[in-house]
């Protein structure tokens, strides 16, 4: 059956300067709305067309990942291709890198192919910033070290807002490994920006009182703040980034910290379970909290397209700002 249909695309905002997006540190209260409103509409409008957008017909995003990733780098890709954009795969062990070639130069060779956009993932902290002052294209931070994540950031506000709009009354506990997460840092930024109290909680080996200056409130017994939290995000151990154990073992480690049914009993009857991924079932969340209905895991990664669409967008539709707000899309639909 052939369908016409109309879709209400979101016009594109005046107020949105950005060529990059490397953090949310740096970003205001009011480009994270943008943002999150810009990717609701979007994927509205990706929805109802039941096609792709052709936003960015002809641009080409590259994918320079030097770090192993599912979630983000899928993520990416499939955002792209529903705006009509190309994408490049990069791949660091089978590349010039293992003949010696700089992460400047790899990056450069990839821009001079005629590319618009990179994203980019690097273990060490501070690489997006680099590359954004040697590229003339924009530069998207996939995560750089445990430094930020500004994508995971946004698609984690933006699934706790579908949920709780009204983020000066709530309060979000960031649990887990916060010395090694970029999770958490982008997530500090952004939701208080947007006036949410912040908890961040975990062993001390993880969790030390120098976070209180960032305006967040630190914690190591996840029990005593239980009852005041209006969400959970959950943070993966990251043992890759560890020179030592920060804790005896990971059992002790479930005992105290993980989310599971009992904990659940202790907690507010609304509240919002969340974890960036991969979660490890049994260390910081027990699989009938994972899959139960307060889980909001796999919103998440729908989100991610969302966002990931928003940012690409933003970044590379400015000289589409006299697209119509309504476009005609015409396609067969089952």
């Known amino acids: 059956m052939t369908a016409h249909a109309s879709v209400l695309l979101p016009t594109y905002p005046d107020n949105w300067k950005r060529r990059h997006l490397l953090d949310l540190e740096s970003l205001s209260a009011e480009e994270i709305v943008t943002i999150l409103d810009t990717a609701e509409s979007l994927y509205k409008a990706y929805t109802a067309a039941g096609q792709k957008l052709s936003l960015l017909n002809g ?12 979630r983000t780098r899928n993520s990416f890709s499939l955002a792209a291709k529903r705006l009509g954009a ?8 089978s590349s010039s890198v293992s003949k010696g070639e700089t992460y400047i130069d790899t990056a450069k060779t990839i821009e001079a192919m005629g590319v618009d956009a990179v994203v980019t ?9 680099l590359l954004a002052q040697h590229l003339n294209c924009s530069v998207l931070n996939a995560g750089d ?3 930020e994540h500004p994508t995971q950031g946004l698609l984690d506000i933006l699934t706790i807002r579908q949920h709780r709009p009204n983020f000066k009354d709530l309060t979000v506990a960031l649990v887990g490994d916060i010395a090694h997460s970029r999770t958490a840092r982008s997530n500090i930024w952004g939701l208080k920006k947007l006036g949410a109290h912040v908890i961040v909680c975990g062993p001390a080996t ?11 409130e630190v914690a ?3 029990d005593k703040i239980l009852h005041r939290c209006d969400v959970l995000n959950l943070l993966r151990i990251q043992f890759e980034r560890q020179d030592t154990r920060p804790f005896p073992s990971v059992r ?3 005992l105290l910290y993980a989310m599971n049914s009992e904990r659940m009993k202790n907690s507010k009857p609304n509240i919002l379970i969340m974890a960036p991924g991969p979660i490890n079932r049994g260390v910081e969340i027990t699989p009938e909290v994972a899959d139960g209905p307060h889980s909001v895991i796999l919103e998440q990664v729908t989100n991610g397209i969302a966002i990931r669409m928003a940012v690409l967008w933003l970044l590379l539709g400015q000289s589409k700002r006299t697209t119509p707000a309504i476009r005609q899309y015409e396609g067969v639909r089952t």
Do not use: C, Q
């Open 121 to 129: 993932r690097h273990a060490t902290p501070g690489t997006s910033h």
């Open 206 to 216: 993880l969790v030390s009182r120098k976070w209180e200056s960032l305006g967040v």
């Open 252 to 254: 002790e480690y479930a």
């Open 145 to 147: 070290g445990p430094h």
């Open 59 to 70: 641009r080409t995003i590259a994918n320079l990942f030097y770090e192993n990733s599912t």
């Open 220 to 222: 190591h017994n996840l």
């Open 86 to 93: 190309d994408t490049v795969e990069f791949a660091s062990s």
